[in-house]
């Protein structure tokens, strides 16, 4: 079956940072872009950054821009988010996605493929 395994999240202050991980089992994830979304309690499920499948074209939400940065490694078959200078408002659970088709890359209902997140959390 498909997997997509986040790992990475904690309790961090603000300004820290984390690097969350995803790895992908039961599809050939070279041919798959990939995303990193995140959900608050009781907020929607909000688009982070995307990522083409070679790796050469990335995409932000405007909020993180500058801060995170998104990465893969085709031959570990994991996609990454770099997560500095965290701030409060980060707080979420943060889900890795995968897509097949090349939509728009911040839209949800582009991804075929959902993790079942990792936490991140951010003191002030």
């Known amino acids: 079956q498909v997997q997509l395994v986040e790992s990475g999240g904690g309790l961090v202050q603000a300004g820290d940072s984390l690097k969350l991980s995803c790895v992908v089992s039961?599809?050939?994830?070279?041919?798959?872009?990939m995303g990193w979304f995140r959900q608050a309690p009781g907020k929607e499920r909000e688009f982070v950054a995307a990522i083409t499948r070679n790796g050469e074209m990335l995409y932000y939400t405007d909020s993180v821009k500058g801060r995170f940065t998104i990465s893969r490694d085709n031959a570990k078959n994991t996609v990454y988010l770099q997560l500095n200078r965290l701030k409060p408002e980060d707080t979420a659970v943060y889900y890795c996605a995968a897509r097949t088709s090349f939509t728009n890359p911040r839209a949800t209902a582009s991804y075929d493929y959902w993790g079942q997140g990792t936490q991140v959390t951010v003191s002030s």
């Open positions: 039961g599809l050939t994830f070279s041919n798959y872009a």
